[in-house]
């Protein structure tokens, strides 16, 4: 694990391979292997390991499964020009492999910034890590973002293609993890009760929405340049419009699901005038939880002239069979009215005038959401009657949360994700092909607001600047409130 020491490594990684341990779903020879500059001998390191895995798990500590898996737990120090430190994480990898009986396998995680990506992949080969022996294997998984435009993308591929082949590379985007992501699938093909009305006929417009209550906090060095637009929509939010508006894949397996995510993310045509489809905008100071804060501009670290969004949204249509008509509407901010990540399928009104023309009588149009995180689950909004004797009809909702229904608690993404790189299993993992396609979706977006000046300021807590509402205004829609 390259970049051991950063906030992933123990916040997400470590716990979640303590997690999977606690399971039983990792091997007893199961090993960990940080890598980083500081300077930590096998027991510093442990230490570090063990109070990231207690503090941040999931599951409840127990002492033996921390006894196995600390017994595996190893650490090189060292920096990612220097070849001898990489001898030595060959050295000591095969030293796990006589000891522990791994048999040879092994999955390099790079919790790096993408900078870095060549130069670590370069000392993989150069070393020999990279090179398995008969019937072993060797993968690597890459953090997000891949590349900072579709140029970058393919020169980083290049790279990664040079030393692993197409099968041993996973490009990790955490939310595919997440179950309810997963669920999208169960939600649309498992039931006759929702594919029928899942397309333009019935759909009015899809808004997918990520919003954040925080500031950049201590990322302005990752953060500025990169936006709001290349550090959600272009990975995240774009696999989600993908997974929802695909079609049916012939099974679950990686080719098939990997197929129509791609036939969709090519279809995706933008609006003529960018002007009018997309909108940016950047949080001026305001309150978050009654505490006042501060703007983009005063965090530390950030120029006063800089123009890289904090919230982007942008209107996409699909012309498509199934979608041609019904227009996406992507968005992701920071310093929004809450956290909250939901696809929202908005549907026509009835066409029945009578309810139209009742005096008190409020229809709405219904809706279907299906809620990512937080509180996981999926939630229908329709019209009901109101008790008494006039016929009034106001909206009412049905819940569904997954911490009710179950009692299983949701595996974390991390967890789900790992454990698909050490298993080889790859459906949820984007390839090459799919990042190219949604770079070349953003690529004009992003190239056209870097001629447009500074972003719209808009207060910290809100919704969101106000180019946003007149975007939706335009085509006679209002964003959604979650």
């Keep these: 694990m390259f970049g051991v020491t950063g906030d992933l490594a123990r916040k997400k990684l470590m716990p979640a391979v303590y997690d999977l341990a606690n399971r039983g779903l990792l091997p007893p020879a199961f090993a960990l292997t940080g890598f980083a500059r500081r300077e930590w001998d096998k027991q510093d390191f442990a230490e570090v390991v063990h109070d990231s895995v207690k503090k941040y798990a999931r599951t409840p500590w127990r002492e033996e499964t921390w006894e196995q898996l600390s017994a595996g737990i190893r650490f090189v120090q060292g920096t990612f020009d220097d070849p001898e430190a990489f001898a030595e994480l060959r050295r000591t990898v095969e030293e796990l492999d006589a000891e522990r009986g791994t048999g040879g396998n092994h999955a390099f995680y790079l919790s790096i910034p993408p900078s870095a990506f060549p130069q670590v992949i370069t000392q993989l080969r150069n070393s020999g890590l990279s090179d398995p022996k008969e019937n072993t294997w060797r993968r690597v998984v890459i953090e997000k973002p891949f590349g900072d435009n579709l140029e970058t993308a393919d020169q980083l591929n290049q790279v990664v293609s040079d030393v692993f082949p197409p099968d041993a590379v996973f490009r990790i985007d955490h939310y595919l993890g ?141 012309p498509n069979r199934r979608w041609n008509g019904t227009p996406f509407y992507l968005r992701a901010g920071k310093r929004l009215g809450r956290r909250v990540t939901e696809i929202a399928l908005v549907f026509k009104k009835a066409p029945s005038p009578y309810f139209q023309q009742i005096e008190g009588s409020d229809v709405g149009t219904n809706a279907l959401v299906i809620r990512v995180q937080p509180d996981e689950g999926v939630t229908l909004k329709f019209g009901s009657k109101v008790p008494g004797t006039a016929m009034e009809v106001r909206d009412v909702t049905m819940d569904f949360a997954y911490g009710n229904a179950f009692t299983d608690e949701s595996p974390e993404a991390y967890e789900r994700l790992i454990l698909d790189v050490l298993l080889g299993d790859p459906p949820l993992f984007p390839r090459h092909e799919e990042v190219a396609l949604s770079w070349k979706i953003l690529d004009p977006i992003t190239e056209f607001w870097s001629t447009q000046g500074q972003p719209e300021q808009y207060r910290s807590g809100t919704w969101g600047p106000a180019q946003a509402d007149q975007m939706m205004a335009r085509d006679g829609r209002v964003w959604r409130r979650p």
């Design 178 to 318: 997440k179950e309810t992501v997963q669920n999208l699938l169960a939600l649309r093909f498992a039931n006759q009760l929702f594919e029928p009305i899942w397309n333009s006929q019935y759909v009015d417009h899809v808004q997918i929405t990520m919003a954040e209550d925080i500031g950049i906090g201590g990322r302005a060095g990752y953060y500025d340049g990169i936006g709001a637009a290349r550090d959600v929509i272009q990975n995240h939010l774009l696999q989600l419009l993908a997974l929802t508006a695909m079609e049916e894949p012939a099974s679950f397996g990686a080719v098939d699901l990997r197929t129509e995510k791609e036939k969709v993310l090519r279809a995706v045509a933008l609006p003529d005038d960018l002007a009018l489809g997309t909108a940016r905008g950047q949080y001026a100071a305001g309150w978050r939880g009654g505490e006042h804060v501060g703007a983009y501009l005063d965090e530390e670290g950030i120029a006063q002239d800089s123009t890289t969004e904090t919230y982007a949204a942008i209107k996409v249509n699909i």
